[in-house]
């Protein structure tokens, strides 16, 4: 069992940047794939970024050369940097797909 807990979300303004946390109860350091998705109001859960076989990552087309993801120890991370309105959503760390954080907010304002 892996419990996640996520922190680093709030109000921000469009270019500004946030760094997102993801702490694992339990060591990470060789699971994968691990990830982060959000869900803006009134739509489905996308994935944002992710680190997959081999530690490659994959990104969504629309945070491509603004977000990086990375991993330290037990602590997942999501560099945002240039953030839009659009990227206003509740993101939510997992590991697997089967453990998830219970989310934290982003809001951007334009």
């Known amino acids: 069992q892996v419990q996640l807990v996520e922190s680093g979300g709030g109000l921000v303004q469009a270019g500004g940047s946030l760094r997102l946390s993801c702490a694992a109860s339990g060591t990470i350091s060789s699971i994968l794939p691990l990830g982060w998705d959000r869900q803006a109001p009134g739509k489905q859960r996308e994935m944002v970024a992710s680190i997959i076989s081999g530690g490659k990552t994959n990104y969504a087309d629309g945070v491509k050369g603004r977000f990086t993801i990375s991993r330290e120890a037990n602590t997942l991370y999501l560099q945002m940097n240039n953030v839009k309105p659009e990227d206003t959503a509740v993101y939510y760390c997992?590991?697997?797909?089967?453990?998830w954080g219970q989310g934290t907010q982003v809001t951007v304002s334009s």
């Open positions: 997992h590991v697997l797909r089967r453990y």
